[in-house]
């Protein structure tokens, strides 16, 4: 059964706090991405790698950085949580090719007080 | 550039209704379509897939064809049952941008 393990469900931090979300995948997949699902806002992506220390921005990249040392593994960081970020986090995989399927996480919901 | 509109929600039904979702969607490109779902906490799976015009996707009772004529891939049942409430997300592909786009969501509730 293949998977995309997120590293908590949920996720409470003071504002100021460095946090790290981890996510990692046993799928050997290239692409890994890291959305926030907020009401009424569907997904949004934050960054996306598609291979090991290659990285590139998303739509809404700003007060997160990511890290992909391994394939299998793709962390984001917020270097200084703040409530508006305050939401829920889905991290997900794919192979390449057009019709290929992307596998995601359960999601972090990350409280930011 | 790439996007995605979806029907706006909520959306409730009762069992056995009939049910369409309308998405439509602007690409560069010819894009691969995809329905998400979403059931209470837990992530997205994939629910059905379309990589070309006139295709159908379907899985689960839920159909959706992919309309290149009108830009759209409007998911179908015939009948919901109380299993099928749920956020629904049309997504598309682009390999220039090799990125999934999303829609904003749609989240159905069936009741008994």
């Known amino acids: 059964d293949v998977k995309v393990t997120q590293s908590s469900r949920y996720l409470v931090k003071r504002t100021g706090e460095k946090v790290f979300l981890e996510c990692v995948q046993d799928m050997d997949h290239e692409n890994m991405f890291w959305y926030r699902q907020d009401p009424g806002l569907g997904l949004r992506l934050i960054y996306f790698s598609y291979d090991v220390k290659m990285k590139e921005k998303g739509d809404i990249p700003e007060g997160y950085s990511v890290s992909r040392e391994k394939k299998e593994r793709f962390s984001l960081i917020l270097e200084s949580a703040s409530t508006n970020q305050t939401s829920m986090y889905l991290c997900?995989?794919?192979?390449?090719?057009?019709?290929?399927?992307?596998?995601f996480g359960q999601g972090t919901r990350l409280t930011v007080v | 550039g790439n996007s995605v509109t979806q029907m706006e929600g909520p959306v409730t039904l009762s069992e056995e209704a009939f049910l369409t979702i309308n998405c439509t969607y602007t690409?560069?490109?010819?894009?691969?379509l995809f329905w998400y779902v979403q059931y209470p906490g837990e992530g997205l799976q994939l629910l059905l897939k379309?990589?070309?015009?006139?295709d159908k996707g379907s899985n689960k009772g839920f159909e959706a064809t992919y309309r290149k004529e009108t830009t759209s891939f409007h998911l179908e049942k015939g009948s919901v049952q109380v299993s099928d409430s749920a956020v629904y997300f049309c997504a598309l592909f682009t390999t220039g941008a090799n990125n999934l786009f999303f829609g904003t969501g749609t989240r159905l509730t069936v009741i008994p």
């Open positions: 997900a995989s794919r192979g390449t090719g057009r019709d290929t399927e992307a596998f």
């Open positions: 690409a560069t490109g010819y894009p691969s």
């Open positions: 379309a990589t070309k015009a006139d």
